[in-house]
């Protein structure tokens, strides 16, 4: 099974969204055995807190539930346990590296970097625009699904 941990900053907008995106397509493939996914933040601010109800609402548009999801932070011993660490920002990239003592192993990424178009997911908590973070987030996720599948078939998985 292949684990992932997708990070931002709070865990209340990106991070949740790109777990629930990620795991509604892999379940709607029929590979939720093949799959784990999960969030977390970097910092300590949001922690406890459910989903932000915009996110939420985006989420449920799209027939996704965020329910009995609350914030947590990312601790060292989440490198060892994910195969894959997902931020959404080079901020995120840093504060992860941070937390996990480094990335020997090279399992830190942005979420676009699987895609066409490199770079940043910008924080919907200060932008307001969730619409724009949902389709970056739901565009990463599918691309990082693809990516997996691919690697999985060349390394036998």
Not at 78 to 84: A, I, K, L, P, R
Not at 122 to 139: K, Q, V
């Amino acid at each position: 099974m292949i684990r992932i941990l997708f990070v931002c900053h709070g865990n209340i907008c990106r991070s949740p969204m790109a777990e629930f995106i990620f795991n509604d397509l892999v379940r709607k493939r029929n590979l939720s055995d093949l799959f784990f996914a999960a969030s977390a933040a970097t910092s300590y601010e949001e922690i406890g807190n459910p989903v932000y109800p915009q996110a939420r609402r985006k989420l449920e548009e799209a027939g996704i539930s965020a329910a009995g999801k609350y914030a947590r932070r990312m601790e060292a011993s989440d490198y060892h346990e994910y195969d894959y660490l997902i931020g959404m920002e080079r901020r995120n990239r840093i504060n992860m590296e941070k937390i996990a003592g480094g990335d020997p192993e090279h399992k830190m990424h942005r979420l676009l970097d699987f895609t066409d178009r490199p770079g940043d997911i910008a924080d919907p908590w200060y932008t307001r625009d969730f619409d724009t973070a949902y389709r970056e987030i739901r565009e990463g996720c599918e691309s990082l699904l693809g990516y997996l599948l691919e690697e999985s078939k060349t390394f036998g998985r």
